[in-house]
């Protein structure tokens, strides 16, 4: 698994929540283009923020690791 798979499945878990980029940047208090960044595989986010990206979209931190 790469980044830009853990990525993609943010953004996809993202817009289950029905959440903008913009919104949850502003929940987990980080800059908007850092979760694109995320998303897009180019930064590698630390668990703290992983862990409060999880919480605000309510699912496990597993869930961002799992192929479908």
């Known amino acids: 698994m790469e980044?830009?798979?853990v990525g993609l499945t943010l953004a996809k878990k993202r817009i289950q929540a029905n959440m903008s980029a913009y919104e949850l940047s502003l929940r987990i208090e980080k800059d908007a283009t850092?979760?694109?960044?995320?998303e897009n595989g180019k930064v590698?986010?630390?668990l703290k923020t992983i862990f409060?990206?999880?919480?605000?979209?309510e699912i496990e931190p597993v869930d961002l690791f799992k192929t479908e």
Request: glycine share 0%; charged share 30%; with cysteine.
């Open 44 to 46: 590698n986010a630390t």
């Open 52 to 57: 409060k990206i999880c919480e605000v979209l």
């Open 3 to 5: 980044l830009k798979d």
């Open 34 to 38: 850092y979760i694109h960044k995320f």
